[in-house]
């Protein structure tokens, strides 16, 4: 099994507990969830439309939303991704354990949580230490 995963989609997927855009998205976002748990599911990480993308109301001309809105998008993805190698395929099971490892406080997300309008509903948001 093979995933492409856009960089802030590590931590959305780990705080998914079933909301999303529509029912076609939530659909989606859940097969993908299922996937990344499977042993031997490999993910390649990219700073551009992905799994979850694909299926998602606000994808616009492979944008998503607006040119503004993709940037800081696409900035969110690269604060996630600076802390892993792009060029290879990664193991899904150990490639999410490293994200509790490297995002543990509210701080270390503060680029790519802060604007979010999942807040309330992101148990891995929710799980984070106010802890600096
Ligand atoms: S708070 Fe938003 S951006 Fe951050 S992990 Fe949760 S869903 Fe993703
Ligand atoms: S198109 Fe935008 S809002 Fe939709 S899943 Fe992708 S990054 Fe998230």
């Not at 992905?50 to 690269?78: F, G, H």
């Amino acid at each position: 099994m093979k995933l492409i995963l856009r960089g802030h989609h590590l931590l959305c997927l780990k705080g998914f507990q079933g909301y999303g855009y529509d029912e076609s998205f939530t659909e989606n976002m859940t097969d993908v969830n299922v996937k990344r748990k499977q042993p031997g599911t490999a993910v390649t990480l990219v700073s551009s439309p992905d799994d979850i993308c694909r299926s998602c109301p606000n994808l616009i001309n492979n944008m998503c939303e607006n040119e503004k809105q993709n940037a800081r998008i696409v900035n969110m993805d690269n604060a996630v991704l600076k802390n892993f190698d792009t060029s290879i395929e990664h193991d899904s099971v150990e490639l999410f354990d490293r994200i509790d490892d490297i995002f543990s406080t509210k701080e270390s997300v503060c680029e790519i949580c802060f604007n979010c309008i999942w807040h309330e509903k992101c148990l891995f948001y929710q799980n984070l230490s106010d802890n600096r």
